[in-house]
């Protein structure tokens, strides 16, 4: 589904009549296709000492590799194509003056879906109280900027955790990510990264060949374009839907010549099937993305129990008993990478979506469980993670009253609703190798909507 809105008021007669009326003009999001430059300009590194080698230097030298455009020192006259703010070596809240201050002369020659991205260290809980204020200001400061910009622009940020250099694999993986057109919808929002053994030599442009992945609820929507990135991105793709999907489900399979199973995610034995199918078709198991689910919304007290365990069921306890089958049994051929479909429901809560919101806030909580578990000492190693969805123009959101849709549309900072693809990026970034000190995390795919953070 399209948002003619967005269209009408970038092109055409439409577009200077929008400008004379004053209305809300949303931008036109650039996102990824292959053969782009990382950036839509030069990039502008801040926080850097004079005379000293600081992680600015080292955030610079390492986006000098990706050959990029990239520069310490601002002037007036260069359009920015991104501006990174280093504020990782921050103790005190006014140490932060200086490189805000040089952000924002250079946020008056941001260019159109430009980034700002914040590298900052994590919140850690023997931070003294001075550098606790520090570290958390960060946070407040980075998704308001992110509020201000316009023109398809984005504020986000990463969160370095004391034991990872920022210019550790995975740090820079992530700052890749948020200075690229993947991050289209992803606004406002803060990302925590810590030590890996990520690899530095990841293929930017295949980053999961050699991979199988399943996704499941893949015949349609959200789910067939997770397939279809992740297969774009080199992995052989298992993609999962129940039987009356049976026809749709191997188209997808076919565009991206992976394998279909049919399949209802709640039977007992849907682990035991998805990994008999992923290692006699292709060998393995790698990437496991939990997108399957649905609506049965009502207000509480119309809620009947049908409605809410079928939403639980599908949502959250099938997530649960796959995962948990897959781990016990040692299903997984590399270090796993599980990454869950959540919600900004399961964030701030919807009427009329108590069990909608239920089952994705007890998605984040395995998350961050499993994240737990992977991570322990002896543990199988790997990531989970979890992706939380905003408007996403789908046909599920299609059916939303117009008016609802023009308000959920809007209110969010970029002002329009997500693609699939938008979702799928998320997605993609946190299934590949380099994203391995990324581990536990909920990142917003929502363009900064106004629930929740």
Not at 27 to 48: E, F, S, W
Not at 388 to 411: K, L
Request: hydrophobic residues 45%.
């Amino acid at each position: 589904m399209t948002d003619s809105y967005v269209q009408a008021v970038n092109s055409g007669f439409t577009k200077t009549l929008a400008k004379k009326l004053g209305l809300p003009r949303p931008a036109v999001l650039r996102r990824y296709r292959a053969g782009d430059p990382l950036t839509v300009g030069p990039v502008l590194v801040l926080g850097g000492t004079p005379g000293v080698r600081d992680d600015a230097d080292r955030v610079a030298e390492a986006l000098l590799g990706w050959d990029l455009d990239v520069r310490q020192t601002p002037d007036d006259t260069t359009r920015w194509g991104a501006v990174v703010v280093v504020l990782s070596g921050i103790e005190r809240p006014e140490d932060a003056s200086a490189p805000v201050m040089a952000l924002s002369a250079a946020l008056r020659r941001l260019a159109p879906n430009g980034r700002v991205v914040t590298i900052s260290r994590a919140p850690a809980e023997t931070d003294s109280p001075e550098l606790a204020a520090a570290r958390e200001g960060v946070d407040g400061f980075l998704r308001s900027v992110a509020k201000e910009l316009r023109y398809g622009a984005t504020g986000n940020g990463v969160q370095v955790t004391d034991d990872a250099p920022v210019d550790s694999p995975s740090v820079l993986a992530t700052l890749r990510f948020f200075l690229s057109a993947r991050s289209a919808f992803v606004d406002g929002q803060l990302l925590r990264v810590g030590a890996s053994d990520a690899d530095p030599a990841v293929d930017v442009d295949l980053p999961l060949a050699g991979k199988v992945a399943v996704v499941t609820g893949a015949a349609r929507g959200i789910g067939a374009q997770v397939a279809r990135t992740l297969a774009r991105d080199g992995a052989k793709v298992v993609v999962v839907d129940v039987p009356a999907a049976g026809e749709a489900l191997a188209a997808v399979a076919n565009e991206i010549r992976g394998t279909a199973l049919q399949l209802d995610v709640t039977a007992d034995d849907a682990g035991a099937r998805i990994l008999e199918h992923a290692r006699a078709r292709h060998g393995g198991l790698d990437v496991l993305v939990h997108n399957a689910g649905i609506l049965r919304d009502k207000l509480l007290a119309n809620m009947s129990p049908d409605k809410w365990d079928a939403v639980v069921a599908v949502n959250l306890a099938a997530q649960l008993r796959i995962t948990e089958y897959l781990l016990g049994a040692n299903g997984f051929s590399s270090e796993p990478r599980i990454v869950s479909l959540a919600s900004t429901s399961g964030i701030a809560g919807n009427r009329g979506q108590a069990n909608y919101a239920f089952s994705k806030a007890g998605v984040i909580g395995h998350t961050r469980a499993f994240a737990r578990l992977l991570a322990a000492p002896g543990g199988p190693g790997g990531t989970a993670n979890a992706v939380a969805p905003g408007f996403i123009e789908t046909d599920m959101t299609a059916s939303i009253p117009f008016v609802q849709r023009e308000v959920a549309r809007r209110v969010a900072s970029l002002q329009q609703g997500g693609q699939p693809v938008d979702v799928a990026e998320a997605i993609a970034f946190l299934a590949s190798p380099a994203a391995a000190g990324v581990n536990g995390q909920v990142l917003r795919v929502c363009g900064q909507n106004v629930v929740g953070r």
